[in-house]
C-alpha cells in the first residue's frame, strides 16, 4: 500500500504562489517507481487533471490551465512531490489532490492507484 499526505495550502491573494507538497510512504512506492500527478476539484466542478511526473522526473506534462504557472518537481530520496505555484488566480480555487500510477503517464483520474487526501487551495480576487 502507498498513503499520499499533501500539505502546503492556503489562502492566497491573486497573484500569489504556494508549494505544495506530497509526502509518500508505503513499503511499495519506492520499487514500483510510480508516476506522480496532481488533481484539482474547483468547487462543484469535477475533478481535474493539473501535472505529472514520470519516476525519474525526465517528463513532465500540464493541463493548459497550468502551464506556464505552475511547475511541478519530485525529491524520491525524500519520496516527495511538489507543485510550485505561480501567479495564482481565483479560478485556481480547489482542493488539490497528488495521485500515484504504475502508468507511464495519464491525464485520467480513473487510471491513478493511490489518492491523498488533498489540500485546500483558496485564491482571494
Known amino acids: 500500500q502507498v498513503q499520499l499526505v499533501e500539505s502546503g495550502g492556503g489562502l492566497v491573494q491573486a497573484g500569489g504562489s504556494l508549494r505544495l507538497s506530497c509526502a509518500a510512504s508505503?513499503?511499495?512506492?519506492?520499487?514500483?517507481?510510480?508516476?506522480m500527478g496532481w488533481f484539482r476539484q474547483p468547487p462543484g466542478k469535477e475533478r481535474e487533471f493539473v501535472a505529472d511526473?514520470?519516476?525519474?522526473?525526465?517528463?513532465?506534462r500540464y493541463a493548459d490551465s497550468a502551464k506556464g504557472r505552475f511547475t511541478i518537481s519530485r525529491d524520491n530520496a525524500k519520496n516527495t512531490v511538489y507543485l510550485q505555484m505561480n501567479s495564482l488566480k481565483p479560478e485556481d480555487t480547489a482542493v488539490y489532490c497528488c495521485?500515484?500510477?504504475?502508468?507511464?503517464?495519464?491525464?485520467?483520474?480513473?487510471?491513478?492507484?493511490?489518492w491523498g487526501q488533498g489540500t485546500q487551495v483558496t485564491v482571494s480576487s
Open positions: 511526473i514520470t519516476w525519474g522526473g525526465g517528463r513532465t
Open positions: 495521485a500515484a500510477t504504475n502508468r507511464y503517464h495519464s491525464y485520467y483520474d480513473y487510471e491513478y492507484d493511490y
Open positions: 508505503g513499503r511499495t512506492f519506492s520499487s514500483s517507481r510510480y508516476t
